[in-house]
């Protein structure tokens, strides 16, 4: 069974860093590109970040020079550096398989004075 489970959300004021983080277990890891994904209340989820199996990464627009993903694949992970959060980061994040699919259950986002 694939399981990805999510880590490391909370609150954080403008301007200040997290540092997510996924588990996954139950598929051969090392070879599948992973991704983060994010969802604000009411509006559609939105791709974040990607890194493939050789461990280079792309991101989103909105991200880009801000957000860090990277993997270890010894331990099956993928990370989520954030720096210099904005309000319009909040939200639930959460990790995938691939493009989209499956999906863990997420970490809360929570960017507020």
């Known amino acids: 069974e694939v399981q990805l489970v999510e880590s490391g959300g909370g609150v954080v004021q403008p301007g200040g860093s997290l540092r997510l983080s996924c588990v996954a277990s139950?598929?051969?890891?090392?070879?599948?590109?992973m991704s983060w994904f994010r969802q604000a209340p009411g509006k559609e989820p939105e791709w974040v970040s990607a890194?493939?199996?050789?461990?280079?990464?792309r991101y989103s627009n909105s991200v880009r020079g801000r957000f860090f993903m990277s993997r270890e694949n010894a331990k099956n992970s993928v990370y989520l550096q954030m720096y210099n959060l904005t309000p319009e980061d909040a939200g639930l994040y959460y990790c995938?398989?691939?493009?989209?699919?499956?999906r863990g259950q997420g970490t809360q986002v929570t960017v507020s004075s």
């Open positions: 890194v493939n199996p050789g461990g280079n990464s």
């Open positions: 995938a398989r691939g493009t989209g699919a499956p």
């Open positions: 139950g598929f051969t890891f090392s070879i599948f590109e």
